[in-house]
């Protein structure tokens, strides 16, 4: 919960440390959110895509790394 910006906005992080937070896929979505149901500012579209983009590397990793375990994944289990 700390990790994600449900209790804060990201601009009480510095500046400097705002690309730590958005590397977490769950900033741009709570971000857009966040501006679209108070609509204090703008949506911040970077946010949303580097959300995208690193939830996509994330899923593409997962499918390799399940194809490659299927075969034993139910024995494991």
């Known amino acids: 919960m700390?990790?994600?910006p449900v209790i804060y906005p990201t601009t009480l992080v510095p500046e400097r440390?705002?690309?730590v937070l958005a590397l977490n896929p769950m900033t741009g979505?709570?971000?857009g959110f966040r501006a679209a149901l108070f609509g204090?500012?703008?949506?911040?579209?970077n946010l949303l895509a580097i959300?995208?983009?690193?939830?996509?590397?994330l899923f593409v990793c997962?499918?390799?790394?399940?194809?490659?375990m299927e075969?034993?994944?139910?024995?494991?289990i």
């Open 29 to 31: 979505i709570i971000e």
């Open 40 to 45: 204090t500012k703008q949506i911040e579209w």
């Open 62 to 68: 997962s499918a390799f790394a399940f194809k490659r």
């Open 2 to 4: 700390f990790a994600s």
């Open 71 to 76: 075969k034993t994944f139910a024995d494991v």
């Open 17 to 19: 440390w705002r690309w």
């Open 51 to 57: 959300s995208a983009a690193i939830t996509l590397l």
